[in-house]
């Protein structure tokens, strides 16, 4: 009975110390972040750190860049501009074994923009965008602004809220939710859409310098997404005006 007791002891000894050898350390294993950098105007080269550390230098492309990091390890995915400290975003990513992260960065100095790009599949009874504003200090000088989506109610006339609210918008930083509207009502009918200004701290209605507007149309693009850049013209008035990418 010793016997057969001690040799289902080795045995199990033996199978562990077996299977053991056959499974690598986590570290032994490596996972991969695409990055793409779009190409819009006046985008620089990017430099690429995780951890505090330069692992690549990164072209204004449409060609997503990737790079392999070893699993198992969180950290933070640092862009700065190139060959300077002036960071343009950050992320805190943990990296999988044998999985992509895939990131899109969109830096524009001419546009006033920086931020992550979270594209998603539109359908062609859709429209998608993601939201960004660079009104200028002369005519908006406030730290953060609420947006309101709206749309005319084609029952009744009258200017209901869709739902979503981007809050505490931040002056040429992309808004990290991107907006997915449908083109027609229930009854088949076109919606038109628009934007409504709320000083975040107050709450109160952000107006054109006449005092009076606050509601400016939102442009549609059917079936693609898009980046939404809200500025104002020479005169102070919104100007909502559509990227492309």
Request: aromatic share 10%.
């Amino acid at each position: 009975m010793r016997l057969f007791t001690y040799s289902i002891i080795t045995f199990i000894i033996i199978s562990a110390l077996s299977c053991s050898k056959g499974e690598l350390p986590e570290e032994h294993f490596f996972g991969k972040v695409d990055v793409i950098l779009a190409n819009l105007p006046n985008t620089p080269d990017v430099d690429l750190y995780f951890d505090g550390k330069k692992i690549n230098s990164i072209e204004p492309s449409n060609t997503s860049v990737s790079v392999v990091l070893p699993a198992g390890r969180s950290g933070k995915l640092a862009f700065y501009k190139a060959s300077t400290d002036s960071l343009i975003a950050d992320s805190m990513i943990t990296v999988l074994p044998n999985a992509a992260i895939a990131l899109k960065l969109a830096y524009s100095e001419g546009i006033g923009l920086k931020g992550f790009v979270t594209s998603t599949p539109v359908s062609p009874d859709s429209l998608a965008m993601q939201i960004f504003e660079t009104l200028s200090d002369t005519y908006f000088p406030y730290e953060k602004l609420d947006l309101h989506i709206i749309y005319v109610n084609n029952e009744t006339g009258n200017l209901d809220e869709t739902g979503f609210v981007l809050k505490g918008l931040t002056k040429g930083t992309l808004y990290p939710q991107t907006i997915v509207l449908p083109l027609n009502d229930a009854s088949g009918m076109p919606v038109t859409y628009g934007g409504r200004f709320v000083n975040s701290e107050t709450g109160a209605p952000v107006t054109q310098p006449d005092g009076v507007t606050d509601i400016f149309a939102l442009p549609v693009d059917p079936g693609k997404f898009y980046l939404l850049n809200i500025h104002d013209d020479p005169s102070g008035s919104f100007y909502p005006e559509v990227i492309n990418l």
